[in-house]
């Protein structure tokens, strides 16, 4: 411990961990699109002057890991030519930005002369131009069909307004009114953040404020450090699969290679060459799909800052390949896959490591975009329907997983928001949006169920562009679960048009008109330990609620039902289907 004064330590935590939240609370409440206001698809973060996150926000873990990177690349890009009032836009991944549409703004905070915080905001724009409307382009096969790159560029240059660069951004979007309505959130989001930062400094001083912040630092790594050292000393892989998606490009699998020594950890992860297709992730993306597999695995308490991973060697494999893209690779569809491919890799070997201390898979992304013109307001609309991809979460060695709470890449942090505010926003009604039986991966403790979103038209065309994977794959469980019943625990499309229904298990672009209706299943999480180990009685409580089918309770919990319309069971049945006594249970 430093001799930082412990009071203090935990004041400045406390304001850093405020600002944050503040900035947060600041973007959701001003922020014009669902994306923002309602699924809350965005993350801030702070940074010292060097620069290092010195404080991350619980928000989505594909956006924080990549801040790291891009932050460092941004401050490198203008050197010293970085001055008080100015304000930075930026997106591209080949500098270390995610993908494309989450679009971030950094702000330098100057004191007395000195660059000594950044405040900065990462969201995902409903649109960034391009062929496509809402960015994900499933036929691009470069990333210059998929939309508006943007190098580091000042949107502000010592405090004046650059109304041409900001023109020339919004001209190249769709739906205008909402990208600038999130740009103007963006822009109150840093600004807030280095309002209370002086403030604290006018009150601490720089001094005592940088040794709190090192402190907090140091702790983080400690924390991390110690954890490590708990991990016997070797080398562990683990491998996941990215599937096809039928496009003709096949299964595809991501290596993660861990190896320990004392209180150090080198991760190496190695991916196929590139493809001609928007699943390539640039660096600065992949780094959040590692550390997501690492925090999955070390579940330490806060602070969270980059203290946390000065302990790990992260070599991502050479330029051109899936985890490591080069440009021109498509990459739109990468924070959610590979990114969850690679952190399931990750999260993989550190099982082989440390059985005890892993949780299953949850399900991965597998949504929709919607756009058309709304005749209410005579103009576009566009979003992307953050409701459509509500997977299940992992079973966890204490417990079952929790319902519609995922995907993997936000670990949580995404919300659905009302139907009715959706409704009102778009010119949409939405049929259907709940749990959908049998989606949560059988185990001793059961994975979280996904969730069933079906939407039609109301008065003209819209486009519905799906991305994503977790059709044809289940969640991955943990601790000997598996899952036989597989069909109702992957994601799929289902479109109905004159009474038919088509089923989809790709990522395409379709035209629903009024009358016609198009729905999207997301995948459950996966379980945790053998399936025919869970409490009858649990099994019972699942029925009972529609979260698993009689014939799922047979099939994957090897539970059978004397009379199915009074839920009795058949305990003789059940436990020659177990192979043991489940009335000694």
């Excluded at 994306?35 to 993350?43: E, G, K, M, P």
């Excluded at 404080?55 to 956006?63: E, R």
């Excluded at 401050?75 to 270390?96: E, K, L, Q, S, T």
Aim: proline share 6%.
């Amino acid at each position: 411990m430093s001799g930082v004064d412990p009071i203090t330590l935990s004041v400045v935590r406390g304001v850093l961990e405020t600002t944050q939240r503040e900035m947060t609370l600041a973007l959701e409440k001003t922020a014009r699109s669902s994306v923002f206001n309602l699924a809350h698809d965005y993350s801030n973060a702070l940074f010292n002057g060097v620069p290092e996150m010195i404080m991350q926000g619980q928000d989505i873990p594909i956006h924080l890991g990549s801040l790291i990177p891009a932050m460092k690349c941004v401050a490198a890009y203008f050197g010293d030519d970085i001055h008080p009032g100015d304000v930075i836009m930026h997106n591209d991944p080949a500098y270390m930005g995610s993908h494309m549409i989450d679009t971030c703004m950094y702000k330098p905070v100057f004191y007395k002369g000195e660059l000594v915080f950044w405040t900065v905001c990462k969201g995902h724009l409903t649109d960034i131009g391009g062929p496509v409307p809402a960015g994900y382009n499933p036929d691009a096969t470069e990333i210059y069909g998929e939309g508006l790159r943007i190098p580091p560029v000042k949107i502000y240059d010592k405090g004046v307004r650059r109304y041409d660069v900001i023109n020339l951004l919004l001209t190249n979007m769709r739906a205008r009114r909402d990208q600038e309505g999130d740009f103007n959130a963006q822009l109150g989001a840093v600004q807030v953040g280095e309002r209370n930062l002086l403030a604290m400094l006018d009150k601490y001083g720089l001094e005592e404020v940088q040794a709190c912040i090192d402190e907090l630092m140091n702790m983080a790594d400690r924390q991390m450090r110690a954890l490590i050292r708990t991990v016997p000393n070797g080398t562990y892989t683990g491998t996941s699969t990215i599937e096809d998606a039928g496009h003709g490009f096949g299964d595809l699998d991501i290596t993660a290679t861990v190896t320990v020594h004392d209180e150090g950890c080198k991760i190496k992860i190695d991916s196929p060459p590139q493809i001609p297709y928007f699943i390539n992730s640039y660096e600065g993306n992949s780094y959040s799909g590692v550390y997501l597999g690492v925090m999955m695995f070390a579940q330490l308490p806060p602070p969270y800052n980059e203290g946390l991973y000065r302990c790990f060697e992260v070599d991502m494999g050479p330029k051109g390949t899936i985890c490591n893209a080069a440009e021109p690779a498509p990459h739109m569809n990468s924070t959610t896959t590979p990114m969850e491919t690679l952190t399931d890799a990750v999260r993989l070997a550190f099982e082989q490591a440390a059985p005890d201390k892993v949780s299953a898979g949850w399900g991965h992304a597998n949504g929709c975009n919607i756009a058309g013109w709304d005749t209410r307001h005579d103009e576009e609309y566009v979003t992307m329907v953050l409701a459509s991809l509500i997977s299940g979460a992992g079973a966890t060695p204490s417990q079952d997983g929790w319902h519609a709470c995922g995907p993997e890449c936000c670990f949580g942090a995404l919300t659905s928001g009302d139907i009715e505010l959706l409704e009102y926003s778009y010119p949409i009604v939405i049929h259907e949006y709940g749990l959908m039986v049998d989606s949560g991966g059988a185990g001793k403790y059961r994975g979280g169920s996904g969730t069933r979103w079906e939407v039609e038209p109301l008065d003209k065309p819209m486009d519905f562009i799906t991305f994503g994977e977790g059709r044809k794959y289940p969640a991955t469980g943990a601790a000997g679960a598996e899952s036989k019943m597989i069909e109702p625990k992957v994601g799929r499309i289902e479109i109905t048009r004159g009474g038919k229904v088509d089923l989809i298990k790709e990522n395409v672009i379709e035209t629903i008109n009024p009358g016609e209706r198009a729905a999207n299943m997301n995948p459950g999480g996966g379980g945790y330990g053998d399936p025919f180990e869970r409490d009858v009685d649990a099994v019972v409580w699942d029925v009972k609620n529609r979260l698993v089918s009689i014939e799922g309770a047979r099939v994957d919990y090897g539970v059978v039902f004397s009379d199915a319309a009074k839920l009795i069971v058949d305990m003789e049945g059940t436990a020659a289907l177990r192979g043991h006594n489940v009335a000694a249970e």
